[in-house]
């Protein structure tokens, strides 16, 4: 694709420097250069007896002419002359040799035709480089209006349910799709309708799009893979014009499986744009809806649609009839993760010492995609240190690169930071340890990140949670200021350094009173505002949901609780302040502790703070 892009563009470049080269000689031809030199110039040289040489050639229809001629000092000079009369008049007054002649006529090839004819080659040309494959064999110029939907026959060696791990119930579902492209007579028979539309939702790296390829290699018929942005351009009726280049394809094909990815890009909410009803997006949904349920039907036609944004799409497409069942692909639990990380390690060597049910306990929250991107950190590290085999030192570090970032080893801290960042995540790693509700240390670091932080102190989660209490969330706030509070009972001082935690207890404080209802001043109301709203255009005016009273009452309770946590928190810390004495001395000295490390701390003998 590069390739023939760059040749396109030589071509271009030549053509355009023919052009130019073929004006500026016909325009020489048609217009000669006097080169600064006229009747005046010509009058003085004559009279002075400058002119050596002189050649007169007229027109045939006016007297009107070219004039030639050289002077002493060899130079030549050729201008047009209004009548030749009074040059020939001039010379023979000053007995200066002259002679006639007929001006040559421009050809008229050179003046007429030819500039014509380059623009007419120039233009055939250009057609014929916009219309050769430049990515695929739907990019021509005369099928701008067809689908770019890949097809793919039989994928079944490549994608299958045994390739997607962890997503147990939503197989589940799926085979009720594939059981009915195999077999549709046993539906049709008991007046079934298998549903027209699947809309899978759930957050990025879930495994959407593989269900759909797994659904699509079980039931081995022609799968039409397509990007929600590819129907939009930005030529109105377009996108509405591959939509029913798409359908009608799928419809030779049937039966058979339409996928398209990010089905938010091309069906968000009508009304919401600033282009109205004459909005290139709105006329491409108009004509899906249309396709999907319309007058026609689509016997043998299953869409399958992957978002991560189901909330701005338009009611029309989520209604039954067009996506009638709606998976939600969340995030694995323990035993999911498990299996997906046994997938993701099929062609990698381990190493004795890898657990990979610890590996799963320790990875809560992370999703397929974090799962096989850890895993490849990781045979990267073991590679880069040329090893054969995958270790746990190995995993250890790529958990800490994809949750932290990179550790900055290099960067140099002055002694005084390094105490600074060593209280501070000391002060996190003792509400970590002692509050109930939070995960045990994993690693405590006063190694500086890539992502601009001076240190880390990472929790071992032991559970998923699926709610959460109110005591957990305050739990979550006192361990966010507890580098705060550290700073504040040490260095009887307090550093920029808990911005980010700082924002964090904040944002948890403020969904308790707004959101959850966790207040009692406040009562069981949702005060929080739909951020979505403006982001999609459908209230640009937008405006609180409540009085500046209740706001001001909001800022209050929010401000309650912060303070109540951090006095939490030091009280915690004041009690622990051996451990935080000893915790600091040990980051100074190792930079890095593991869990077991710190909680061990916890039964050493109490130690002097350092001076």
Known sequence: MTTNRNKGLIIYFIVIVVLFLVLYITSRLEQPDAANYGFTAFKSDIEAGNVTKLAISPNEEVPTGLIELSVKDGRSFTFYCSDVREIEALARNNGIPYYMDTIDKPSIFLT?????????????????ILSRPAGGSNSRLMDFGKSRAQMIKDISDRFNFNSVAGLIEEKEELAEVVDFLKEPRKYALLGARIPKGILLEGPPGTGKTLLAKAVAGEAKVPFFSISGSDFVEMFVGVGASRVRDLFTRAKQNSPCIIFIDEIDAVARRRGTGMGGGHDEREQTLNQMLVEMDGFESNKGIIVLAATNRVDILDPAILRPGRFDRKIIVSRPDVRGREDILRVHVKNKPLGDDVNLPEVARTTAGFTGADLENLMNEAAISAATHNRAFIT???????????????????????????????????????LFHLLPDEGPVYTVSVIPTGQGAAGYTMPLPDKDNMHYTKGKLRQ??????????????????????ASQDIKNATALARDMVTRFGFSDSLGLVCYANDDDEVFIGRDLAHTKRYSEDTAGRIDTEVRSIIDECYSEAKRIINENIDVLHKCAALLIDKERITGSEFEALFNTPEVEPEA
């Not at 030192?393 to 960042?421: A, C, F, M, Q, Y």
């Not at 200021?481 to 550093?495: K, M, P, Q, V």
């Open 476 to 497: 979550d706030i006192i361990v966010n200021l507890g580098g705060r509070a550290a700073e504040s009972i040490i260095f009887d001082d307090i550093t920029t350094g």
């Open 112 to 128: 007429t035709i030819l500039p014509y004819l380059v623009i007419a080659v120039m233009f055939v040309l250009m057609l014929f």
């Open 392 to 430: 746990d030192e190995d995993i250890k570090k790529s958990l800490i690169r994809v949750g932290i970032g990179s550790e900055k080893k290099s960067r140099i801290i002055s002694p005084h930071d390094k105490k600074i960042t060593a209280y501070h995540e000391a002060g996190h790693a003792i």
